[in-house]
């Protein structure tokens, strides 16, 4: 496997250069911003296209030293996206709300996610005796709560070694505190962002669908990359393998690449 390739057209239509409002920006993103058209700032996509593959060198290095990435994006439109694309991967999402602590209060977490372990064994066995009704209600609800919040952090079994966020202001949260322990954050940047704190900036849209399902895309298949380089580093044969890993280029790109190719 390698990096999967992208053009500055597939930004382009996947609305990646719509900025806000021009009343709804945050000074520190004018590096970035290449103009503004019908009073929506528009987004410097030249820059765009070498940070995010950036970005995505980033992922793919950790990854294939072993370590974690953690998928944070929490509002409506990147939910799902966000959930979706860091399973696909095999690492780790916050996609319902960050909890504060989540990072440097990693052992109180660590404790609710035994409690989660502990409702979701305890629910796999069938009904469970001795308890009525009512209290079966309110332990599915605490169940419930715990996933919603913590399901996607179950495995994680440590800090993360590199975060990715989709919206700066709304995770801001998350990125404060991995400043505080020194993790390195990948993150989208729109008009109204804040790049302060961000090691690996991708500006760009943060609140189209189809720029949002791109980013993810793009970094899900550099994971995947990290872990075939770990997995070929200690010596296994994916060749050999009874099941072939799954692949999650984007299909654009790779006709792309076919037809520079060809």
């Given at each position: 496997m390698?990096?999967?390739?992208?053009t500055?057209?597939?930004l382009?239509?996947?609305?990646?250069?719509?900025g806000h409002n021009?009343r709804?920006w945050n000074p520190?993103m004018?590096?970035y911003?290449y103009?503004v058209?019908?009073g929506?700032?528009?987004?410097?996509?030249?820059?765009?296209?070498?940070?995010?593959?950036?970005?995505?060198e980033?992922?793919?290095d950790?990854?294939a030293n072993?370590g974690?990435?953690?998928?944070?994006g929490?509002?409506?439109?990147?939910a799902d996206?966000?959930a979706e694309?860091a399973?696909?991967?095999g690492q780790?999402?916050?996609n319902h709300?960050?909890l504060g602590?989540?990072?440097t209060?990693?052992?109180?977490?660590s404790?609710s996610?035994?409690?989660?372990?502990?409702?979701d064994e305890?629910?796999?066995?069938?009904?469970?005796?001795g308890l009525?009704k009512?209290?079966?209600?309110?332990?599915?609800r605490?169940?419930?709560k715990?996933t919603?919040a913590?399901?996607?952090?179950?495995?994680?079994g440590?800090q993360?070694?590199?975060?990715?966020v989709?919206?700066t202001?709304?995770?801001?949260l998350a990125?404060a505190?991995a400043?505080?322990?020194?993790?390195?954050?990948?993150?989208?940047?729109?008009s109204n962002?804040?790049?302060?704190?961000?090691?690996?900036?991708?500006?760009?849209?943060?609140?189209?669908?189809?720029?949002?399902?791109?980013y993810?895309?793009?970094?899900?298949a550099a994971?995947?990359?990290g872990?075939?380089?770990?997995?070929?580093a200690?010596?296994?044969?994916i060749?050999?393998?009874e099941?072939?890993?799954v692949e999650?280029g984007?299909d654009e790109?790779?006709a792309a690449?076919?037809a520079?190719?060809g």
């Amino acid at each position: 496997m390698a990096l999967p390739t992208f053009t500055l057209r597939h930004l382009i239509e996947a609305g990646c250069h719509f900025g806000h409002n021009t009343r709804r920006w945050n000074p520190r993103m004018a590096p970035y911003l290449y103009g503004v058209r019908d009073g929506v700032h528009i987004i410097d996509l030249q820059q765009t296209v070498p940070m995010l593959h950036r970005a995505m060198e980033a992922v793919r290095d950790v990854v294939a030293n072993g370590g974690r990435v953690l998928f944070v994006g929490t509002k409506r439109q990147a939910a799902d996206i966000v959930a979706e694309a860091a399973t696909r991967c095999g690492q780790y999402y916050v996609n319902h709300r960050w909890l504060g602590g989540m990072l440097t209060n990693w052992k109180t977490v660590s404790n609710s996610i035994k409690r989660l372990r502990e409702l979701d064994e305890m629910m796999a066995g069938g009904p469970v005796s001795g308890l009525t009704k009512k209290e079966l209600l309110n332990l599915e609800r605490e169940r419930e709560k715990l996933t919603r919040a913590l399901g996607g952090i179950k495995e994680m079994g440590g800090q993360p070694d590199l975060i990715f966020v989709i919206d700066t202001v709304k995770e801001s949260l998350a990125i404060a505190e991995a400043n505080k322990l020194n993790i390195p954050v990948i993150a989208v940047l729109d008009s109204n962002s804040d790049p302060h704190g961000i090691t690996y900036p991708v500006p760009g849209n943060d609140d189209a669908l189809r720029a949002i399902k791109l980013y993810c895309d793009l970094l899900s298949a550099a994971v995947l990359d990290g872990i075939s380089a770990e997995m070929a580093a200690a010596g296994v044969d994916i060749g050999e393998q009874e099941e072939a890993p799954v692949e999650a280029g984007l299909d654009e790109a790779e006709a792309a690449a076919e037809a520079q190719n060809g």
